[in-house]
């Protein structure tokens, strides 16, 4: 009765760690470039039912599971179009932006691509919503230039034409730019709030040569309210289950003492 007991008590544990992570991924269903996690449960030690440890048998009774972890899989979602010339989506999967944070200097990793241009000692740089500053492909900064008042309000103007130079200008492939990472298993990467992932001590990021990006364009996110909900109706099915076996151990344990009294 006792394992039957603790057994269902751990169930209905895992059930409701999983719905934790159920209602935060609805809580981001409006938060750009959000990625819904996913939760793996394993079982604990089974044992062999009626019967020596070392005999083979199919007759095998667990012991309960647990949450092993949560992880998140990041493909590309659906795109919205936007005013801001330093909104940028990720056309790619496993792709992320690298950020830092300027205090502590952690770097970390986001697919939300809603900058905004912060000013620092030494100039503009792009940043986060969360301040943090978004870095190029040597791992440095990302300037941003914004532009002089007086040539835009020329450039409104009815009698303004735009000068055209006749040679093109040469690009600088050495130039900073906004670059993308990826990593050889990101589903290993751990969320550390903010929309943002850290990977764990060994795993090393990768520049992505050709990366995709859409200026003007932000990723949506990627909770599916539908399944979010379906999942949300088979974990509170299974959490009154997980409590149906605990009432019932209770009591057939308050019976058997009853009668040996």
Known sequence: ??????????????????????????????????????????????????????????LMAGNGMRMQRTYATFGTEALTATNSEIDYAILQDNAFFMVQDPVTGAITYTRSGHFYKGQMEDGYYLMTDTGKLVLDQNREPLSATVPDIEKLREQMSEDYEEEQDEEE??????????????????????????????????????????????????????????????????????????????????????TINSLRG
């Open 1 to 58: 009765m006792y394992q039957a007991f603790y057994t269902g008590a751990l169930g209905a544990g895992s059930c409701m760690a999983k719905m934790s992570v159920i209602s935060n991924n609805l809580a981001n269903i409006n938060n750009n470039g959000f990625k819904p996690l996913n939760t793996a449960f394993s079982d604990l030690i089974n044992y062999n039912l009626n019967d020596s440890e070392t005999a083979v048998t199919d």
């Open 169 to 254: 200008e040469e690009i600088d492939e050495n130039a900073p730019r906004l670059s993308l990472y990826t990593f050889t298993n990101p589903s290993r990467l751990q969320c550390v709030g903010d929309n943002e992932y850290a990977p764990p001590e060994g795993m090393e990021p990768i520049l992505v040569e050709n990366p995709k990006i859409a200026s003007s364009m932000l990723e949506a996110s990627g909770t599916n309210m539908a399944k979010e909900f379906v999942r949300m109706i088979e974990c509170q099915r299974a959490y009154s289950y997980a409590l149906k076996m605990v009432m019932t151990s209770d009591e057939i344990e308050s």
